[in-house]
């Protein structure tokens, strides 16, 4: 299988603190779901970032799709092939209607309006949101912009999914139908989650971040009793 992402020896601090990462390392093959679980502050969503380039480290490798990704310019096609869903949906959506904030990415890479709204049309359809497609985003509850950010995201066409908390503030029914959605994808993803059922859903392989490093978790089917603690 390829490769997808392989980061080595990540160090990353904020400015004047100390090291959130200190020697993380990770791959993501093609046709992987690694999820990635470890506590409240531990760098989950920075090292997200990091893969994507919204943050430098300041020691380590990042490789993604098959080169090693340095300056800002670097990153440009990471972010195109790499569909992030960040942890809180009112960071991804910015538009006064659903359809478009979905339009939004297509018409970014130089779609035409009637390409990107038949995009629209069909992601929403597929995620069973076509009911959603005229109402103002702003006024969806958090469990509907979380379903539309992925809508976002699919909308680019990416080749590997960054999941920050996609189960976050969804109930179990849409949790179920999240499930259902995101393992029927073809795609890699990552997936920063807290929540244990998802994770024994989703996850291919686990990986738990704490004090900077990331190490095999085993899955939570195995042993529920220390994942359902994570
Ligand atoms: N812009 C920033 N400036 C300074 N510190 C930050 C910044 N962003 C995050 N941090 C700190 O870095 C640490 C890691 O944050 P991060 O959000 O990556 O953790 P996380 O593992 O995703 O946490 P959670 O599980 O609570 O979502 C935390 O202590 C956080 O307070």
């Known amino acids: 299988m390829p490769v997808l992402f392989e980061v080595s020896d990540l160090v990353f601090a904020y400015p004047r603190r100390p090291p959130v990462l200190s020697g993380a390392s990770m791959t993501l093959a093609a046709g992987e779901r690694l999820a990635i679980t470890g506590p409240n502050g531990a760098g989950k969503s920075t ?3 990091v893969l994507v380039g919204l943050l430098r480290p300041q020691a380590g490798r990042v490789v993604a799709f098959g080169a090693e990704r340095r300056e800002e310019a670097d990153f440009h096609e990471v972010r195109r092939r790499a569909g992030y869903v960040f942890q809180d949906p ?3 959506l910015f538009c006064p209607t659903v359809a478009e ?3 939004f990415g297509p018409l ?3 779609r035409s309006r009637a390409e990107a709204l038949a995009v629209v049309d069909r992601v929403l359809g597929d995620l069973g949101l076509s009911d959603f497609r005229d109402r103002v985003t702003h006024k969806l509850s958090g469990g509907e ?3 539309v950010s992925l809508a976002c995201v699919l909308a680019m066409d ?3 999914l960054l999941l920050d908390e996609p189960s976050n503030a969804l109930d179990e029914e849409t949790t179920a139908r999240m499930v259902e959605i995101l393992c029927g994808l073809p795609l890699a993803m990552v997936i920063v989650s807290h ?3 998802f994770r024994r859903k989703m996850a291919t392989r686990s ?3 704490d004090k900077g490093a990331l190490a095999p978790y085993e899955p939570a089917c195995r042993h529920a009793g220390a994942a359902d603690r994570a």
Request: hydrophobic share 40%.
């Open 90 to 92: 009112d960071d991804q």
């Open 47 to 49: 090292l997200m970032q």
């Open 108 to 110: 970014n890479l130089g």
């Open 145 to 147: 912009k979380r379903l």
């Open 207 to 209: 990986l738990r971040l």
């Open 158 to 160: 990416p080749d590997v």
């Open 195 to 197: 929540d244990a059922h």
């Open 101 to 103: 904030d979905v339009a």
